[in-house]
């Protein structure tokens, strides 16, 4: 069975531009959750998605949003990148809201 | 507010020896506790969880865990390291209630495993 996939592995942006992160969960889970991890640090939840609604919110600014489709798979946008976006960004699927989560290898991320 | 705290930022220890990664929790209600792995350029992966009842939970890898309300802690434990369990490893408490879900996890402990 395919695990939590993400793409692209790797990004390299420039300040002020956009980036839209992918994220597919495996198959029969229906929440998907995103974080960011900057180097030496433990994740940081940024949002968490079940049945397209949004159910948690991190402590993240109106730059970052995300969605999430009919089929449960799931985007992550941040619009004008600034140095400190630059992270491994992760994504995470649950089964149901509220239980245990299955990481993707996350998109590395790189503003310059 | 919840927080996690894994006071170890590096571990060193000789491989057959025995483990304890040490994390406490900040958190009003019975949380829900998890041990995450994470092996370099990779994602994370559950050790184990405790959501209720008993206290000791056995996880993959050979890895336990014990649940000490009275000490807010829920320290990581293995009785015999192997080189391979070198990673980095990521507490996590969870708030889940209302309808809203929000991890936090503690900033990790570097496990390093001398031959």
């Known amino acids: 069975d395919a695990g939590v996939t993400q793409s692209p592995t790797h990004l390299i942006k420039t300040r002020g531009q956009h980036v839209t992160l992918r994220c597919s969960p495996i198959s029969g889970h229906k929440s998907v959750s995103w974080y960011q991890q900057v180097l030496g640090q433990g994740p940081q939840f940024i949002f968490q998605?079940?049945?397209?609604?949004?159910?948690g919110r991190g402590n993240f600014p109106d730059r970052f949003s995300a969605r999430q489709f009919p089929n449960y798979s799931s985007e992550l946008n941040v619009n004008a990148l600034l140095l400190g976006d630059s992270a491994l960004y992760l994504c995470a699927s649950s089964s149901v809201w509220d239980t245990e989560a299955f990481f993707g290898q996350g998109t590395r991320l790189t503003v310059v | 507010a919840q927080s996690v705290t894994q006071p170890d930022i590096h571990i060193t220890v000789s491989e057959g020896a025995s483990l304890e990664l040490r994390c406490n929790y900040s958190?009003?209600?019975?949380?829900?506790l998890f041990w995450y792995v994470q092996s370099p350029g990779q994602g994370l992966q559950l050790l184990l969880k405790?959501?209720?009842?008993?206290?000791l939970v056995q996880g993959i890898k050979g890895f336990e865990a014990e649940f000490k309300r009275s000490q807010s802690s829920f320290n990581l434990r293995k009785p015999s390291v192997h080189w391979s369990d070198a990673a980095e490893y990521f507490c996590?408490?969870?708030?889940?209630?209302?309808?809203?879900?929000?991890?936090?996890f503690g900033r990790g402990t570097s496990l390093i495993v001398h031959p």
């Open positions: 998605y079940y049945e397209k609604e949004e159910r």
């Open positions: 958190y009003g209600a019975t949380p829900y």
């Open positions: 996590a408490v969870v708030h889940a209630s209302g309808g809203s879900y929000i991890p936090t």
């Open positions: 405790y959501f209720s009842g008993d206290t």
